[in-house]
């Protein structure tokens, strides 16, 4: 969906302030420009590609996404208005903020093990920040979140929910992903010069209103086009880090098939309220509700990785897909969750047995962010860190 900054409605000589002008241009165009840090190596069924076409996207994006150039690609670079000092302070606020709501898991075998992880992803990452890792327990959804300036939290349902190493080490290189190409800030970025459009807007008379009215809806709707893009960025970085710390890349598209076999379990349950299918049934319902929203579907980001696992990566004889540490530091964050049978003390009359949870699992403090309750710390920022898996 394209939305032209000059048109009938709104003359040329209208914009009288050059800065307007820009801002207005940056908003209303649909990312023309930024188009370029999204990788596609499957073109649109809605926009037929020509081999000459395929062959300049595939030479475009070899170039920015050669692995072999990890860590000198650029990747984070864009408009974004936000410095690293100030995304590094950011990122500080937010995970004070976190670490205050949320139950952290303390046990130094746990800690260890999954820092040790994230600092290798780390090192084979574009990252030019340096990250701090923790483990929480939050719920039984599995998730990871990466805040900006390095922040990273691992859920302790995502070490169980993982077959092995190679999985849990792939949603952790999806959210390092996020972090690196600074997908929070940028966002914020575009949020504000939206707010900003909206302002300028007010007092440029009846040519600001058209302005506004355009875009009112190019604003949001490209904010939502960068989540979507910003999505299938760290993806693809995600495997490239994955299999730059010697892990098998296959490992995160196994990730995303138990999400997406957890989004249809989903859907089979909301088809059984009366009425649900009648939205569905409206024309275009499908290209309607894609334009906005902010996740692409998951189906479409495991074709995607199927196509940009064979381009984008060589072939490897031997991966990393688990290891015997792994599996002990599951075992044991297990037992650290299961409950323990003791005796009551004391009393002859209440001598029966108890069910108790170990001292570590012992917390009064509260357990958010829950399955059903993101952390939302800003507001846009957070759709990053929240995002599945």
């Not at 010069?193 to 949001?220: H, K, Q, R, W, Y």
Request: glycine share 6%; with cysteine.
């Amino acid at each position: 969906m394209r939305f032209s900054v000059v048109s009938s409605a709104t003359p040329r000589r209208a914009c009288k302030s050059p800065l307007f002008c820009i801002l207005v241009a940056l908003l209303t165009t649909p990312l023309s420009a930024k188009t370029k840090d999204v990788p596609r190596t499957v073109p649109s069924a809605e926009s037929p590609t020509t081999d000459k076409d395929k062959d300049v996207i595939s030479v475009k994006n070899a170039d920015k996404y050669d692995i072999q150039r990890i860590g000198d690609r650029g990747i984070g670079h864009g408009f974004n208005i936000y410095s690293l000092k100030h995304e590094l302070q950011l990122g500080r606020n937010m995970a004070a903020a976190f670490d205050r709501t949320t139950k952290l898991v303390t046990d130094p075998i746990v800690n260890d093990y999954v820092n040790r992880i994230a600092q290798r992803i780390v090192r084979n990452s574009d990252a030019i920040v340096p990250f701090t890792v923790k483990v929480i327990d939050s719920g039984d959804m599995p998730r990871a979140y990466g805040l900006p300036g390095g922040f990273l939290y691992v859920d302790s349902a995502l070490i169980l929910a993982s077959d092995g190493e190679a999985e849990l080490a792939a949603v952790m290189a999806h959210e390092i992903a996020h972090v690196a190409a600074r997908h929070a800030t940028r966002a914020l970025t575009r949020r504000e010069m939206t707010d900003i459009i909206g302002s300028m807007a007010m007092v440029a008379g009846p040519a600001g209103m058209a302005v506004e009215n355009v875009g009112g809806l190019a604003g949001p709707l490209s904010v939502k086009k960068f989540y979507r893009d910003a999505e299938y960025e760290a993806d693809l970085l995600a495997i490239e880090y994955a299999y730059a710390s010697g892990y098998d890349p296959q490992a995160f598209v196994g990730a995303l098939e138990k999400l997406h076999a957890i989004e249809l379990q989903r859907q089979a349950n909301l088809a059984k309220i009366p009425g649900y299918h009648l939205a569905s049934r409206l024309p275009f319902s499908n290209k309607i509700a894609r334009g906005f929203a902010s996740y692409p579907l998951t189906e479409e980001r495991i074709d995607r990785l199927h196509s940009e696992i064979s381009t984008f990566l060589p072939t490897r004889k031997d991966y990393i897909l688990d290891t015997d540490e792994f599996q002990d530091v599951k075992a044991h964050l297990l037992a650290a969750q299961t409950p323990v049978l003791r005796h009551h003390s004391g009393e002859e009359n209440n001598q029966g047995p108890v069910l108790r949870r170990t001292a570590d699992s012992d917390s009064d403090i509260p357990n958010s962010p829950t399955s059903n309750d993101h952390f939302q710390p800003t507001g846009v920022a957070s759709a990053f860190m929240a995002q599945r898996p």
